[in-house]
């Protein structure tokens, strides 16, 4: 299995690393799960006697490192330099990495990113480069005739996007501390402004809000407490007199970044990459009231969840069925598994365009992808089978992170996300809509739910529930989809269940089809 998703986001570059983890997350069992909320000894103190403002010239400083702890452990550093460039403007050059253990492997994420922006921190080109274990994806892009121009670049090939502006400023990621001090940090003060969001691909609205003014045995001296909402997520940041995050925390407590030497800071990296822990398992695991036995053999399951806060389930098929709950962001979902060909489901027919589309995980149509899915295949009119058992054969299950099936097919291992991504290349080069769905699955080892990502293919009536990673042809019945993508963007909401997911099994046994809603 591979751990649930990448989640969380701190500021600045800090933000990056739980952005690569929410990527990296899909490794662990496939799931993640949080602690009990990191209460800050902090005390509001009065107003400071005026705003605290600087410009890019003015800043007190030229560069800060921090400290990452993951769960209570040291796991890496971040650290940001910002220069004048001789042309008015500055360049903002960020690092973020991270090392850590999950079921016995070692994992690592590593940022680096270069922003050119003008004096008032305008975006006006960037190169970046995600490595996560050994994989990698770079991208370069300018701003230039009110459009944002980015190349990405990645073992499937270059791949170019645009999106016009319609005259709004952007800014980077990495000046998310930064472009309050331009604008003046005060108590009660409110940001609204877009950055572009090298992981997500896009470009994204950023709200801050200055909370109060404060002391605490966390940091030294006094400092500007901060919300900073994006993607969904919130995080807290203490910026102080000199306008340094002294202390960030994610909004769900999983990441805490603090100042430190650049020694110090460094060090961080070295003890993650010797730590033992498997904490992120107990992070991971949304626990369930009863133990399921022989879960991978299960063929029906009635699941009450609560905590699902906005997010909005797919919709129902033949397959799963969910249904509201008495109170708000509860849900009761219903699986049933059985032969595709006594399953019809109401809705249309899936749109090729979308479900044969590449992206930039999926590149469908790929030469080496194209010709091995031929080759699997042997042009049979449904080749799951075949598919399904090739996967079986030939990709090790391992907890190694991928940002194509390229790179999953190229190393011949991957996580839960890396066999269904592969599955789903192969597929859609053989005319097979697929699409990837993300959820939970139940884990007799830990006895409780962990995040998980598989596959649906359409069989001409309806959804057919695939596991690459399991070797099922139909996916049993605890496997509960949540959400369709496989794009960082579409898997936010994901963060938002962190800590606040429960489930209760209601029944294994499944009343008559007629009864069902």
Not at 118 to 139: A, K, M, N, P, V
Not at 345 to 356: G, V
Not at 453 to 464: D, H, I, P
Request: aromatic content about 8%.
């Amino acid at each position: 299995m591979a751990p649930g998703r990448r989640l969380l986001h701190l500021a600045a570059p800090h933000r990056t690393v739980s952005l690569l983890l929410l990527l990296a997350l899909g490794a662990s069992g496939c799931g993640t799960r949080v602690l009990n909320p990191f209460a800050i000894p902090a005390q509001a103190i009065s107003a400071p006697p005026q705003a605290l403002r600087y410009s890019l010239a003015e800043l007190p400083y030229r560069e800060y490192w921090a400290g990452v702890v993951m769960l209570g452990d040291k796991v890496g550093f971040s650290h940001l330099r910002l220069e004048p460039t001789g042309d008015g403007g500055y360049l903002i050059e960020s690092e973020a990495a991270m090392n850590f253990r999950l079921l016995g492997y070692g994992k690592s994420v590593h940022l680096r990113a270069r922003d050119w922006v003008d004096r008032e921190l305008r975006l006006r080109r960037f190169q970046y480069e995600y490595r996560t274990d050994d994989s990698i994806q770079s991208q370069e892009g300018e701003i230039s005739g009110g459009q944002l121009h980015v190349r990405i670049q990645n073992s499937a090939g270059e791949t170019a996007l645009e999106q016009e502006l319609h005259g709004v400023p952007v800014y980077p990621s990495a000046a998310l501390n930064l472009y309050p001090l331009l604008q003046g940090l005060y108590p009660d003060a409110s940001y609204d402004y877009q950055v572009y969001d090298g992981q997500r691909l896009t470009i994204a609205r950023v709200r801050q809000h200055v909370k109060s003014y404060e002391s605490s045995d966390l940091f030294e001296g006094d400092a500007y407490k901060m919300h900073t909402s994006l993607g969904g997520d919130t995080v807290r940041t203490w910026i102080d007199e000199q306008g340094r995050p002294a202390l960030e925390i994610s909004s769900h407590n999983l990441l805490i970044a603090g100042l430190e030497s650049e020694r110090r800071a460094r060090r961080y990296l070295t003890q993650g990459a010797l730590s033992k822990s498997e904490k992120l398992i107990d992070f991971s695991l949304v626990r369930s009231d009863r133990r399921l036995r022989q879960p991978r053999s299960l063929r029906y399951l009635e699941l009450a969840l609560s905590g699902l806060g906005e997010l909005q389930l797919p919709a129902s098929t033949t397959r799963q069925q969910c249904t509201p709950g008495p109170e708000p962001g509860q849900a009761v979902c219903r699986v049933r598994v059985e032969p595709h060909d006594t399953q019809v489901d109401t809705q249309a027919a899936p749109d090729p365009e979308r479900y044969l589309a590449r992206t930039l995980r999926i590149p469908t149509n790929h030469p080496t992808l194209r010709k091995l899915a031929e080759e699997i295949s042997q042009r049979q009119s449904w080749p799951v089978p075949e598919l399904v058992q090739w996967l079986q054969d030939n990709i090790e299950q391992k907890i190694i992170d991928s940002h194509t099936a390229l790179d999953v097919l190229e190393r011949g291992a991957g996580e839960c996300q890396g066999h269904s991504y592969l599955y789903a290349a192969l597929a859609r080069s053989l005319g097979l809509p697929t699409r990837v769905m993300n959820g939970l699955v139940y884990s007799e080892q830990h006895h409780g739910f962990l995040y998980h990502t598989w596959v649906e293919s359409w069989n001409g009536a309806s959804w057919q529930a695939i596991d690459p990673t399991f070797g099922q042809e139909h996916a049993d019945a605890t496997h509960i989809a949540l959400l369709e993508g496989d794009d960082p963007d579409e898997l936010a909401p994901l963060m938002t269940l962190l800590g606040r997911l429960q489930a209760r099994v209601l029944s294994t046994e499944p009343p008559p089809r007629d009864s069902l809603p």
